[in-house]
């Protein structure tokens, strides 16, 4: 086991999201069931209230970031909805709902203070302020496509292009899971892996855009280890809420007896998103 440090006293604000977490899995294990509403709570209510509290912090308008932070998780929804049809749809649209969810994210998380654009492409994120545009390295979207080529996947260009997110592609096996996975496609937030068809992009594209959404989670290992935080400095993007939530998440699953792969809240949001919305297309 790593020893890290955890130097800096515990906020109350990461109490607050830490018991608010528990007690939504805690909901989710009751309703067994994921539904509109739990969409609402993890895009639009979560967000609106990490930005009140941080404008409260701040001491600028917590009415002004309330509306800011709900409005762009309003638009992060309805970028999540379009996710699982993407499949069948061509590159514009995917890139349409891509960028909506990374201006939700920008909006919310930027909501009292200055406003910064933000969006992950492959393994650096596009960052803009009212002076600059840059590109900055992030910790898991540079880490995730070093693991998938060394798992044996192949970069796919063409769905990478179609999707704004870096694809790769396996060979299957006869009962359709990827060559050595069991799974029949995956993620590793940022990124995803395929058979050749493509198949089940929909539900993993759901995966990159709850990677950016948590994005704005001060369950960060940056906030949680100062000395990383540090090294980080400006130059790196910490995008590692995700994950952190993700092994919460499974650590729940393996103490409840579930499923990682069904029943913890990032896969119930997927398959709730692809039985509701893919058969509009
Ligand atoms: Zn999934």
């Not at 979560?46 to 912090?57: C, D, Q």
């Not at 940022?190 to 993993?204: A, L, Q």
């Not at 594209?205 to 948590?214: E, I, K, N």
Request: net charge neutral.
């Amino acid at each position: 086991m790593a020893s890290f440090k955890i130097s800096k006293p515990v906020s109350p604000v990461l109490i607050a999201i830490f018991c608010s977490m528990i007690l939504l899995n805690c909901s989710y294990n009751i309703a067994r069931a994921f539904s509109n509403k739990e969409l609402a709570i993890t895009s639009i209510g979560i967000p609106a209230v990490l930005a009140a509290m941080r404008a409260h912090y701040n001491g600028t308008s917590v009415k002004k970031a309330l509306i800011q932070a709900a409005f762009g998780g309003y638009l992060m929804q309805e970028g999540f909805k379009m996710a699982p049809k993407l499949e069948e749809k061509p590159a514009w649209y995917a890139w349409q709902a891509k960028i909506m969810v990374n201006l939700g994210a920008s909006l919310a998380e930027s909501a009292g203070d200055d406003f910064v654009y933000r969006m992950d492409i492959g393994p650096v994120w596009l960052v803009a302020d009212g002076r600059n545009i840059r590109l900055k390295p992030a910790i898991n979207a540079v880490l995730a496509p070093i693991v998938h080529v060394f798992e044996g996947s192949k970069p796919d260009w063409g769905r990478s292009l179609k999707y704004g997110t870096l694809a790769f592609e396996r060979s299957s096996s006869r009962d359709g899971t990827l060559n050595g996975t069991g799974a029949l496609a995956y993620s590793n937030a940022n990124t995803f892996t395929t058979n050749r068809n493509g198949e089940h992009s929909g539900h993993e594209l759901v995966h990159t855009f709850q990677y950016r959404r948590d994005a704005m989670s001060p369950l960060r290992i940056g906030n949680l280890i100062t000395e990383i935080d540090e090294r980080l400095g400006d130059t790196w993007i910490d995008d590692t809420g995700w994950s952190i939530s993700w092994g919460l998440q499974c650590a729940w699953a393996e103490y409840k007896d579930k499923s990682k792969d069904f029943d913890i809240p990032f896969e119930k949001e997927a398959y709730y998103l692809e039985k509701e919305y893919r058969k509009y297309y």
